[in-house]
């Protein structure tokens, strides 16, 4: 194979000279000789470089071709010359741009010997490189060399160029960031002086890297740019900081807020959904109720005209007028059950319903819920007794104030217009029915469990001040009702009528505490409840079904008193039947009727009470006998008791559960 020779021309009065022969043999060495003249007599290169020349000319017959050598042979030069000039990629660019006939390669074939120009001085600004090519394909004569000093230590870094090409360096180099100063380079420290520090700003430096810089006038960050002065500076104290990328964890905790919201509001949706549906499905059923009771109603009615024989002849005129009670409403008292007796309130315009506690839990007993006949709802319940109610009364002075006896052995005197209790008597047996005393309203009467009726002044709050005793036997005072004097030939005294299961006995209210008791003439064993109109001075006595008499019956009695005749003899006072009227075949409750003037005027009277055989109110003409109406409900009827507001008359029945109300129209 041709020498090759590679000579590096001469500049000012300096030349390097590279000698590079190259032969077919694969044995052959050839040196290669390099001086370096100059009036500044410069050291030679380093051992290292001179080494690294050597190792790859005498590699050359590893290669296959005289055009790898020459590859081979070019890199070296211009690693060398970017070593020399900046140690970085820049310089192979200014040679490629200087001489592109170093980097390709002649089309013909000759590659003759480049001439490099290598600056002498390191502290001189390099002017430039030229490469040349000797034309003649002569190889030039290297002078001989002088002894080299060794100004150069062997160094066995790796070439700065490549390192910062691979991606190794690059890993290196980002873990440095986050443990370098950015104005110094160098590692910060946990203590001294390039401690770690910061601005206001957020940015990292070493203490007195950045207290230099913002000593010597610079006034603001060296990263951001922002206003800073020394007195903004603060030590971290942290050994290594990392910032963890968090950045998907954020992302997923935001949209499993998003998530969790709209569940939140889902299940929010759900909920009123579920309650419309409760809401809704209540009213179905309530107007299913509705249509039932309508249909019983329609039924009842039609059977009621095919008995027209039967109907006499005032019941006819009656219905020709079209005066009848008309359903208004339906009040719910109490959803578990548990209603007994009803009352009205004149002064107040509400109706009173006992009933246990809504709330039994927390406060158990028992009271009476307000029922406002204004609006017909229920506004409030008041708590009274720990037992079942069993009876209600009011007074004629207006006073609102609520007499009330249960089986809980007491009578309470309850102030409607605080919903409190304001008196209470200890009677020492369970009471079954209550009264006030019309004629002097400073008494009430209490009628017990064993028949006895025990009469209580409400000045005296210790104990009862008589004990009506019973005349006959010990069975329960089932119902209390008092009629005041009044101007009546036929009946002038007043006194209280008690009713018991063996029948009834009026006591005389003679004077102060002085009673005279009357035995009247009723049926014994099946007398349920007696009721008083005390206008007319009329009762009305109810019999359960028994064996002569397989229906309930409601008997109307008129009160009389026999005419004193003789000193030894004292008047007799008695009742007489007036009229009979009869219901179902069944009656298993004790059952409150009542008896009062109608709305209708001209004198007559109604007689109201509950059938238990078909959950109906019937309404009764008391002078003709005749059934006016019967009004349906969906349990057993209780209590009845008719009321008057803003001149407008009202019937309310009271079942276990609800209230009805009516309208006289």
């Known amino acids: 194979m041709e020498d090759m020779e590679v000579e590096a021309a001469p500049a000012s009065g300096e030349a390097s000279v590279i000698v590079v022969s190259e032969s077919g043999s694969s044995t052959e060495e050839e040196d290669v000789s390099m001086q370096v003249q100059g009036s500044s007599d410069r050291p030679r290169l380093s051992v290292r470089r001179q080494i690294r020349r050597r190792h790859i000319i005498g590699s050359h017959t590893q290669f296959s071709t005289r055009e ?50 290598v600056p002498t001085s390191d502290e001189s600004s390099a002017t430039g490189s030229s490469v040349s090519t000797d034309s003649e394909g002569t190889s030039a004569a290297a002078q001989p060399e002088e002894p080299q ?32 100063c950015s104005i110094c380079f160098e590692p910060w420290t946990s203590a001294g002086d390039h401690r770690l520090a910061a601005l206001r700003c957020g940015h990292l430096f070493g203490f007195i890297c950045i207290s230099r810089w913002l000593t010597s006038g610079g006034n603001k960050c060296p990263q951001c740019n922002k ?70 109603w329609k039924a009842q009615a039609a059977f009621g005209s095919s008995q027209g024989a039967s109907v006499s002849s005032s019941q006819r005129q009656d219905s020709s007028s079209g005066r009848h009670y008309v359903f208004s409403k339906a009040v719910l008292v109490s959803q578990s059950g548990g209603s007994r007796v009803l009352s009205y309130c004149e002064p107040l315009g509400c109706l009173l319903a006992s009933q246990p506690s809504p709330q039994a839990t927390f406060l158990p007993g028992f009271g009476v819920k307000k029922i406002s006949t204004a609006t017909l709802k229920p506004s409030q319940y008041v708590p009274i007794h720990s037992k079942q109610i069993r009876g209600l009364a009011f007074s004629r002075q207006q006073d609102s104030l609520l007499l009330s006896a249960a089986l809980d052995n007491t009578i309470k005197l309850t102030s409607l ?51 009506l005793a019973p005349l006959r036997s010990s069975c329960p005072v089932v119902s209390l009702s008092y009629i005041p004097r009044a101007a009546s030939s036929t009946f002038p005294c ?20 002085t009673y005279t008791p009357h035995i009247l003439p009723l049926e014994s064993g099946s007398c349920t409840d007696i009721q008083v ?86 309404v009764w003409d008391a002078g003709t006998g005749a059934l006016l109406q019967k009004m349906p409900a969906d349990l057993p009827v209780l209590d009845i008791c008719p009321f008057e507001v803003n001149q407008s008359s009202y019937l309310a029945s009271l079942t276990e559960k609800m209230l009805k109300v009516y309208k006289w129209e």
């Open 494 to 513: 007043g006194g209280l009528i008690a009713g018991t299961l063996e029948g009834g006995c009026f006591w005389e209210h003679v004077e102060g505490t």
């Open 227 to 296: 206003p800073a002065k020394r007195g903004h500076i603060i030590f971290l104290y942290a050994r290594k900081l990392k910032a963890v990328d968090n950045a998907e964890e954020v992302r997923l905790k935001s949209r499993l807020e998003l998530e969790q919201g709209s569940r939140r509001m889902e299940q929010l949706e759900v909920a009123q959904c579920r309650q419309q549906m409760q809401l809704i499905s209540d009213e179905n059923v309530r107007l299913r109720k509705e249509v039932e009771e309508l249909r019983r």
């Open 533 to 618: 109109e005390p206008d007319s001075r009329h009762c009305l006595v109810t019999y359960r079904p028994g064996r002569t008499n397989p229906s309930l019956r409601c008997v109307l009695m008129e009160l009389s008193r026999t005419p004193q005749t003789d000193s030894s003899q004292p008047p007799i006072c008695s009742c007489s039947p007036v009229q009979t009227f009869s219901a179902g075949s069944s009656c298993k409750l004790l059952t409150k009727n009542a008896v009062f003037k109608s709305p209708a005027g001209e004198g007559a009277t109604l007689v109201c009470a509950g059938d238990e055989a078909t959950n109906s109110t019937m």
């Open 149 to 180: 000093q060794e100004s150069e230590p062997v160094s066995e870094s790796v070439d700065p160029v490549s390192a910062a090409a691979s991606p190794a360096g690059e890993a290196e180099a980002d873990d440095g960031e986050g443990e370098n």
């Open 417 to 467: 217009m605080t919903n409190t209790v304001v008196q209470a008597y200890n009677t020492g047996r369970p009471v079954w029915s209550c009264s006030w005393c019309h004629d002097n309203n400073n008494y009430i009467y209490a009628g017990l469990a064993n028949g006895s009726v025990l009469v209580y002044d409400t000045r005296d709050t210790s104990t009862h001040v008589q004990e």
């Open 68 to 117: 790898e050598s020459m590859r081979r042979l070019r890199e070296l030069i211009v690693d060398n010359l970017a070593e020399r000039l900046s140690g970085s990629q820049d310089a192979r660019r200014s040679l490629s741009h200087a001489n592109p006939s170093l980097m390709d390669p002649d089309p013909s074939g000759r590659h003759p010997a480049p001439a490099v120009n």
